[in-house]
């Protein structure tokens, strides 16, 4: 069973591995710094009666990073929230074929579509330069958590886009814990 990206051309492969592999830094780093940040503001509150100054606005941006590297990572595998329960219901290899081109080409649909909200919103954002909207206290521009929000769908949506160019082509790739991930021709040797 292949890996997503393998089924790529090597041109999109490459690249795309490494943008996997800073995601996976950026989902590392920000649940430290969320951590150790969370654990400060406990101390300096509780401990020493104080403040951390506008540690809200900083992390806001982090968690924002980290939230949507995550949400590409889960996607990169398959292990995003997914609510259809037909693929236990469903016995029948051609349907479970068919039921899975569905939901894969919704899936595609849908992150498209708010990819394209996304680049709106990011274009609307950048266009605004030089006042752009900041928070209050440290002015960090908007257009910093904008950016990973249009970034993490754009990932989601060329997974989902790889992935159901796999189902359609009919080659068998790892997608999340999904016990009928296989294609026709797998099912009917599995003899399901």
């Not at 982090?62 to 259809?84: K, M, T």
Request: glycine residues 8%; neutral net charge; charged residues 15%.
């Amino acid at each position: 069973m292949a890996h997503i990206t393998e089924i790529l051309p090597k041109g999109i492969e490459i690249p795309l591995q490494a943008s996997l592999k800073i995601m996976r830094w950026i989902v590392i780093f920000s649940g430290f710094l969320m951590s150790v940040t969370f654990f400060l503001v406990v101390i300096i509150r509780y401990g020493f009666n104080g403040d951390l100054f506008a540690y809200e606005e900083w992390l806001l941006a982090v968690c924002f990073w980290g939230f949507f590297a995550g949400s590409a990572l889960a996607s990169e595998r398959g292990h995003h929230i997914n609510a259809d329960i037909l693929g236990i219901i469903i016995k029948n290899p051609r349907l479970k074929w068919w039921r899975r081109l569905v939901v894969l080409a919704i899936e595609f649909l849908v992150t498209a579509v708010i990819l394209y909200w996304g680049y709106l919103m990011l274009g609307e954002e950048i266009a605004k330069y030089p006042i752009w909207k900041t928070t209050p206290a440290l002015k960090i521009p908007y257009v910093t958590w904008r950016l990973s929000i249009f970034l993490g769908f754009f990932f989601m949506t060329i997974f989902a886009a790889t992935f159901l160019y796999a189902h359609i082509r009919g080659v068998d790739i790892a997608y999340g814990d999904d016990a009928d991930c296989g294609t026709i021709n797998n099912d009917k040797e599995a003899g399901q």
